[in-house]
């Protein structure tokens, strides 16, 4: 696309000629030949410093806030307003307004973003119907699959990734919406055919403030969207549901789309779905009530969408959830370990629950966990009290410290464990290694026992002193027990 079109009442051209644009990024190391790189100032850093990387990598077209110098040979544009609103339209329009070719489903909420967006993209391709996925773990068109850098990407890379999904031919898109997403602009002038909202609990204030601004951000998607499904059960999600224009799924409350006659057991979960397109037997292999809760909103997401349930119910059964969430770790030993990304106070409660209902009489669970740095530092307390609350040993290490020092980030968890808990040697761990720290919970398991290790889930690194190193504790489980093997 020529860039006098592209950037029509967007941005102004100062200077240079009206190029052809085969693509953009706000990322200097993304440029390729003929891409328009956008100076935006973030947080750290200004991208107007970037402008020689963007230029000696083929940028054809810089957009910046304020007027920089580029050579004649490369146009020169100012942004007429809110940089990031203008990016997301640019890119919209660039890739041909994919979501309007698309039945766009929005997934936003503290908890369960991954797991839905997940389960709805396996429900559709399981009866042969394309859907694409935007998400934390993983980005997909048709058969394409990327692994994802954060939960929902720049608006660039946002809707590139919906293009090629209608590019592959896919029918529809499971997005995973962040509140940092919607604060930023980077699903903004998507039209969501459904969006949904799991729940709200406290995270991410060092980023919002206050747990109400959290709130405004995420209901903020219900503008984008067709329809709106909201959990009903969720406090928040009633806030929303008084608000009116939603509709509603739960498992305890009435609601539209609802899971009676749940079954939980070791292997699979079953419950009875009533809803819009009528009253449908569901049994699936996930585990754990706040599967049920992610596999009702998946159905009753699809179903808002357009789809037959009666065409999306045999892939139930086929069903596998996200990589890292509630996944096992089989490498023969003789307890069980389950990896999960938990990393609020409300994630951590509900995981714990779950393991306490799989566990064996006379068992011990064990769950290790941690907190993560330059985060919210008042939910580290409350986690650690939701691990006290209902481990029985507690292994207290590090998560991703990023650029904090560790020690600190266990000091300030600490407290939210009962000081008598802390002073027994024989259930309270702490020590900020956590490769260390897996070996020796490990090494404690006795048979029947169940280690639940969360806060880390999928992720392959572990981010020490603003460090990326390689680690997963899949991996470090499976070294451990091969080496004491």
């Not at 039945?103 to 694409?132: E, M, Y």
């Not at 990407?153 to 995973?176: C, I, K, M």
């Not at 509603?248 to 979960?269: K, N, V, W």
């Not at 809760?293 to 037959?308: K, P, S, T």
Request: glycine fraction near 10%; charged fraction near 25%; include cysteine.
């Amino acid at each position: 696309m020529n860039l006098d079109t592209l950037i029509d009442g967007i941005a102004t051209r100062q200077s240079g000629p009206d190029v052809e644009v085969v693509d953009l990024s706000s990322d200097s190391r993304d440029i390729r030949q003929g891409w328009a790189f956008l100076a935006l100032k973030g947080e750290k850093a200004d991208g107007a410093a970037f402008v020689p990387q963007a230029l000696a990598l083929g940028a054809s077209a810089v957009l910046s806030e304020a007027p920089v110098e580029v050579p004649d040979t490369v146009a020169a544009c100012t942004f007429l307003a809110d940089p990031r609103l203008r990016m997301a339209e640019m890119a919209r329009r660039l890739h041909g307004t994919p979501d309007e070719h698309l039945a766009l489903i929005g997934v936003t909420g503290t908890n369960g973003k991954t797991t839905t967006t997940t389960l709805i993209r396996q429900l559709l391709r399981g009866a042969g119907i394309g859907c694409g996925l935007v998400g934390t773990v993983l980005n997909a068109a048709g058969d394409q699959e990327e692994e994802a850098v954060r939960t929902t990407p720049e608006s660039p890379a946002f809707y590139r990734w919906l293009r090629r999904s209608v590019e592959a031919g896919d029918a529809a898109s499971a997005v995973e919406v962040s509140s940092h997403a919607l604060c930023l602009g980077r699903v903004h002038g998507a039209l969501f055919k459904v969006g949904v909202f799991t729940n709200l609990t406290q995270d991410h204030l060092d980023y919002h403030g206050t747990l109400e601004a959290y709130f405004q951000a995420k209901a903020s998607l219900r503008n984008q969207c067709g329809r709106f499904l909201v959990n009903a059960d969720d406090a928040y999600g009633r806030r929303l549901l008084e608000g009116g224009r939603c509709w509603s799924y739960a498992i305890d409350h009435e609601a539209d789309y609802r899971a009676t006659e749940l079954e939980l057991g070791p292997t699979g979960t079953c419950f009875r779905l009533q809803g819009l397109q009528g009253d449908f037997r569901v049994e699936s292999p996930l585990l754990g009530r706040f599967n049920a809760y992610n596999l009702l909103a998946a159905l009753a997401a699809c179903a808002e969408a357009g789809f037959d349930l009666n065409q999306l119910l045999p892939a139930v059964a086929h069903l596998t959830g996200a990589p890292g969430r509630l996944e096992r770790v089989d490498c023969g030993q003789p307890f069980g370990v389950m990896v999960d990304y938990a990393h609020t106070p409300d994630a951590l409660e509900k995981l714990l629950a779950e393991g306490r209902r799989l566990l064996p009489p006379g068992a011990r669970l064990h769950v290790l966990f941690g907190c993560g740095g330059d985060r919210d530092r008042a939910k580290r307390p409350l986690m650690a009290a939701a691990v006290a609350a209902g481990a029985d040993v507690l292994w207290h290490t590090s998560d991703n410290p990023r650029s904090e020092d560790p020690e600190r980030i266990l000091d300030d968890a600490a407290p939210g464990i009962p000081e008598a808990l802390r002073n027994d040697a024989s259930r309270y761990h702490r020590h900020a290694d956590r490769r260390a720290t897996v070996a020796q919970a490990l090494a404690d398991c006795r048979p029947g026992d169940l280690l639940l290790l969360a806060g880390k889930g999928h992720e392959p690194y572990q981010e020490i002193h603003g460090v990326k190193h390689p680690y997963s504790d899949r991996a470090a489980v499976e070294a451990a027990l091969g080496s004491s093997q």
